[in-house]
């Protein structure tokens, strides 16, 4: 038998030592927690990419009365993204969440849909993309959506 171990680096930043663009990218997805559209789950999450070209787009939670049809922030912001920049790789995505006016002190991790998601960005544009999960206690960044999608599922896995 033979085992291996898959790790993954969180780095852990307060406000004071982020850059500024990081800093713009976790204020971009804070506000867009505001165009949440949430009113089953009440919880509203806001969505900011940047682009290469340093466009920032956002996106935030969709729901709807047949709970399924629903989309997160993440795929709103990306698949806009996508849309609008085909060209462009994302280079940072921040998510932010909050409920009944708070922000959360923990990150909320994208859902499992969203990380595959993120990972066909990825895999589209071979480059890595840098997440930020914003809490009021420390926004939690990891340099690639592999550090949070061990053992990833991508076009290439079906070829023999
Ligand atoms: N949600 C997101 O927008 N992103 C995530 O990664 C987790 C969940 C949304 C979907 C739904 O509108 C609400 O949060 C509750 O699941």
Redesign the pocket.
């Known amino acids: 038998m033979e085992k291996y171990k898959i790790t993954s680096e969180v780095s852990v930043y307060q406000e004071n030592e982020l850059n500024e663009a990081d800093r713009e990218l976790i204020e971009a997805a804070k506000r867009a927690t505001n165009q949440s559209y949430?009113p089953?789950?009440h919880?509203s999450?806001g969505?900011a990419l940047r682009l290469k070209n340093g466009v920032v787009v956002t996106g935030?939670?969709?729901?709807n009365a047949s709970f399924p049809l629903?989309l997160?922030?993440?795929r709103t912001a990306i698949f806009h993204a996508q849309h609008e920049y085909p060209d462009q790789p994302i280079a940072a995505l921040a998510?932010a969440?909050c409920s009944q006016g708070r922000f959360f002190s923990k990150p909320?991790?994208?859902?499992g849909a969203?990380r595959q998601v993120m990972l066909e960005v990825e895999d589209r544009y071979k480059q890595p993309m840098r997440i930020l999960l914003y809490a009021t206690a420390g926004t939690h960044v990891v340099g690639s959506v592999k550090d949070i999608l061990p053992f990833q599922f991508v076009g290439d896995s079906m070829t023999l």
Do not use: H, K
Not at 108 to 111: D, S
């Open positions: 949430s089953y789950s919880f999450v969505a935030s939670n969709q729901e629903g997160c922030a993440e998510i969440a909320i991790p994208p859902c969203c």
